[in-house]
């Protein structure tokens, strides 16, 4: 019988157990076995392997992280770790393989295929929503909504005190949540590592908002773009204002994913397993303007995502 591995890898994100979810269940219906690879590429080497029913993927699709676990594996990084992930593969009968997570994921995958010729599918997974050809990843949307939860909080308290609070949000290299959920919650400034921000610039905006009654700033950063501490400091030092820093962290990875998250993870998983069955060897799935579909693997790796400047030019406008 056929056999399909699917693994998570990377940082967890909400969703991944929905795509897990649809992988299992959308391969057994067509006649594959299913195997779960526990702990990623790391899991791979170690042989954790199980296989996988349709009660093993039940009441997870609304739980955030990863049944699978996840780690990054260094061993891998080596031909010699990947050498034995491969001879795993073989005593397994695993015949294809799910990848389930973002930029190092994806690139651990393509080195894997070239090097085995082993068929693999990788499916979008990053609250950093960074993958190129994909308008969205799994987990993005969860964590947007996670960043805008905790601003619609700080508001609160920044109103109450009359204070300006400096927000640093995650996004590795990139600053797709900082703009998304900037612009989402009515953030004065967004400072993201795409374009280059003025920090004389942002303290006058924040001196305009108090001459016109503004009680509060909210400031959002992404972590890529610079500290929330030292930004914080350069405004208390050049308005005088009460400027307080709150680092949200990991807690944006966390929770249950939103049902947009769990859609896109579902089809994500289900297309996996459909290309597959149509005899692809090496691609990533993507969503883009609405279509589900996929892309060579090695094409969405040779190039690089960028930020939408529309979006980031109407949040500064709406911000005056």
Do not use: W
């Amino acid at each position: 019988m056929r056999r399909i591995g699917v693994l998570t890898s990377g940082g967890d994100a909400p969703g991944m157990n929905a795509a897990i979810r649809a992988v299992v269940r959308k391969g057994l219906y067509h006649g594959y076995e299913v195997l779960g690879i526990r702990r990623g590429f790391a899991g791979l080497i170690e042989g954790d392997i199980e296989p996988f029913s349709l009660g093993s993927v039940a009441d997870v699709i609304q739980t955030g992280g990863t049944v699978l676990l996840t780690a990054r594996s260094e061993e891998f990084l080596a031909s010699e770790g990947r050498a034995q992930a491969f001879a795993t593969i073989q005593r397994s009968g695993i015949e294809s393989l799910v990848v389930v997570g973002g930029d190092g994921s994806f690139r651990g995958a393509l080195t894997f295929h070239k090097e085995t010729g082993l068929p693999v599918a990788c499916i979008p997974a990053t609250i950093d929503n960074d993958i190129p050809g994909t308008d969205y990843a799994i987990g993005f949307d969860t964590a947007v909504n996670n960043v805008v939860d905790a601003i619609n909080k700080i508001r609160d308290t920044a109103t109450s005190h009359e204070r300006t609070f400096v927000v640093e949000v995650m996004g590795g290299n990139s600053g797709f949540i900082a703009l998304t959920a900037g612009l989402a919650g009515g953030a004065e400034s967004i400072l993201i590592p795409e374009f280059p921000f003025d920090l004389e610039a942002v303290c006058r905006r924040l001196l305009r908002g108090v001459r016109r009654g503004k009680l509060h700033s909210i400031i959002i950063v992404a972590e890529g773009a610079g500290s929330a501490a030292e930004v914080a400091r350069e405004i208390k030092s050049r308005t005088g204002f009460d400027t307080k820093i709150t680092i949200l962290g990991h807690i944006q990875r966390g929770g249950k994913p939103t049902a947009f998250d769990r859609v896109m993870a579902s089809v994500m998983g289900a297309r996996a397993v459909e290309l597959f069955m149509n005899g692809e060897r090496c691609a990533a799935i993507s969503v883009a303007e609405g279509v589900l579909g996929h892309q060579d693997l090695a094409a969405v790796l040779a190039s690089r995502k960028k930020i939408d400047v529309e979006l980031y030019r109407l949040a500064e406008v709406l911000a005056i």
